[in-house]
C-alpha cells in the first residue's frame, strides 16, 4: 500500500510539472497568433512557471533516459539537455544583443548616439547578469544545501567518490581561463572554442567512466518501472514537450523580468541575475536536496558539480557564438565594469569551492561559508563590496593551498596526471 501511495504521488508531481507550464505554452501561442501580451509581472510569474516546469520534466527525463541509450550518449546528449533551462533564458539575452548592439531604445529615439526621452535596454549585461546569476546560485545554495542537509542527518563531513576529481579537473581548468576573460574584458569566439573545446573534452572522458544503474527516486522511479516501450515513449515525450515548454517561456520570461524592473523602478540587472536563475536551477537544486535526504548526498553533489562544469564551459562559451550569429559579423561581446566586476567575482567563487573539494570530503564550516558568502553580497550590490568579496574568496583559496600539503599534491596531480586521473575514475 505504502508504494502504491508513493508511486500515486509520483505521478501526481508529474502531472503538476505539466500542468505548470500548460497556461505558459497557451499565452505564448495567444501571442503569436492574437497578439495578447502579459503584463510584466504576470508574465514573469506564468512563463517562469513555464520554466520551472519544464526543468523539472527534463531533469526526471534525464535520470530515466540513462536506462536506456549507451553511457556515451547519454552524457552527451543529457549534458546538452540539463542545461537548457539556464541556455535559454541566456540565449535570449545574448541574442537581443546582437540584434541590439548599442541597446534598445524603448519609448524614445536615438540622438547622437544617446536614448532620448525613452529606456535603454543593454541585452549584453543582462546576457552577463544571467550567466553569472546562475554559476554562482548553484555552488552558494546547491553545493551547500546538500552538505548542511547531509551534515544535519549523518552529523560527519560530506565524502566524495575519487571519480569526481575528472569535474574539478575540467572545472578548474574553465576557472582558471577565465580570469583571462576577466582581464581581456571581453568573451571572445577564441574563449568559445577553448571553452566548448573543454566541454566536449569532459563529455569524451566521462563517457570511458564505469556506467553505472542511475538513482531513480519520485517520478522518476514511476517512469523508470514502466515496461521498456511505454517507458521510452514516455521519455521522448517528456524531452519534446519540456523542451517545447522551456524554449517556448525563455523570450517572455526574460522580457517580463526587463519590463518588471523598469515598472517597479528595480534594476533590472538584479532580477535577471536572481529571479531568472532560481526558476531555472531550483528544480535541479531541489531533486539534488531530495537525493541527499534520502542517503544518496554523494550522487546529488557529483550532478551538481557536473552541472556547474556544464554552465562554466558549455554555456558561457555559447553567448559569444550566439552574439556573433544575431550581429552578423564574428564579435566578441565587450563586458562593462559592472560585469567584468562579476565575472571575477563568480570565477573567484568558482576558484575556492574548488580548491574546497579538493581533499574529497567537505564539511559543515566550508559548506556554511560557501553559503553566507554568497547570501551576504545579495544585500550589499556596491563595486567595492564585488572586489572585496572576490578578493575573500581567492584569499581563502590561496590560505587552504598554503597550509594544507595535500591539496597542494592534488592541484599537482591534476595539472599533471590528466590521463591518470580518468583511469582512476573508471577504476573506482
Not at 591539496?407 to 573508471?426: E, K, Q, S
Amino acid at each position: 500500500m505504502n508504494s502504491e501511495k508513493y508511486s500515486a504521488r509520483s505521478w501526481l508531481w508529474l502531472l503538476l510539472a505539466i500542468a505548470a507550464s500548460i497556461p505558459a505554452l497557451t499565452f505564448r501561442v495567444l501571442g503569436i497568433f492574437t497578439g495578447l501580451h502579459l503584463e510584466p509581472a504576470s508574465a514573469s510569474l506564468v512563463f517562469g512557471l513555464g520554466i520551472v516546469g519544464g526543468a523539472f520534466l527534463v531533469a526526471w527525463a534525464c535520470q530515466v533516459a540513462q536506462m536506456d541509450i549507451s553511457q556515451a550518449l547519454a552524457l552527451a546528449v543529457l549534458a546538452l539537455v540539463a542545461v537548457l533551462p539556464e541556455y535559454a533564458v541566456d540565449m535570449v539575452f545574448a541574442w537581443k544583443a546582437g540584434a541590439h548592439p548599442l541597446g534598445e531604445c524603448v519609448g524614445g529615439a536615438w540622438v547622437n548616439g544617446e536614448c532620448v526621452g525613452g529606456h535603454l535596454y543593454d541585452y549584453r549585461s543582462y546576457a552577463a547578469a544571467n550567466m553569472t546569476g546562475s554559476n554562482r546560485l548553484l555552488i552558494g545554495i546547491g553545493w551547500a544545501l546538500v552538505v548542511l542537509l547531509f551534515w544535519f542527518r549523518q552529523k560527519r563531513a560530506l565524502a566524495l567518490e575519487r571519480g569526481i576529481l575528472l569535474e574539478l579537473v575540467f572545472l578548474g581548468a574553465a576557472t582558471a581561463y577565465s580570469f583571462l576573460i576577466f582581464f581581456r574584458r571581453e568573451i571572445a569566439l577564441w574563449d568559445a572554442g577553448v571553452l566548448i573545446g573543454l566541454f566536449g573534452a569532459y563529455i569524451w572522458l566521462s563517457s570511458r567512466a564505469e556506467t553505472r544503474e542511475p538513482e531513480l527516486i519520485g517520478p522518476s522511479a514511476a517512469l523508470g518501472s514502466l515496461p521498456k516501450g511505454p517507458r521510452r515513449l514516455a521519455t521522448v515525450l517528456l524531452f519534446l514537450y519540456s523542451a517545447l515548454a522551456i524554449l517556448a517561456s525563455a523570450e517572455p520570461f526574460a522580457d517580463g523580468l526587463v519590463e518588471l524592473g523598469k515598472s517597479l523602478e528595480i534594476d533590472e540587472f538584479i532580477l535577471v541575475q536572481w529571479v531568472a536563475p532560481l526558476a531555472s536551477e531550483s528544480p535541479e537544486i531541489l531533486i539534488a536536496a531530495i537525493f541527499t535526504l534520502q542517503r544518496n548526498a554523494t550522487a546529488a553533489m557529483m550532478a551538481l558539480v557536473s552541472a556547474k562544469v556544464n554552465q562554466w564551459t558549455l554555456l558561457v562559451g555559447c553567448i559569444p557564438v550566439v552574439y556573433s550569429i544575431s550581429l552578423g559579423d564574428a564579435s566578441a561581446l565587450h563586458l562593462d565594469e559592472r560585469q567584468t566586476e562579476e565575472f571575477l567575482l563568480t570565477a573567484a567563487q568558482s576558484l575556492f569551492a574548488v580548491v574546497l573539494l579538493l581533499r574529497l570530503r567537505i564539511g559543515w564550516p566550508g559548506a556554511l561559508v560557501l553559503f553566507l558568502l554568497f547570501a551576504s553580497q545579495l544585500f550589499i550590490p556596491s563595486i567595492h563590496a564585488r572586489y572585496i568579496y572576490s578578493f575573500v574568496y581567492l584569499g581563502l583559496a590561496m590560505l587552504l593551498l598554503a597550509v594544507d600539503g595535500p591539496r597542494r599534491a592534488v592541484v599537482w596531480h591534476m595539472v599533471c596526471g590528466l590521463f591518470n586521473v580518468t583511469a582512476g575514475r573508471r577504476g573506482s
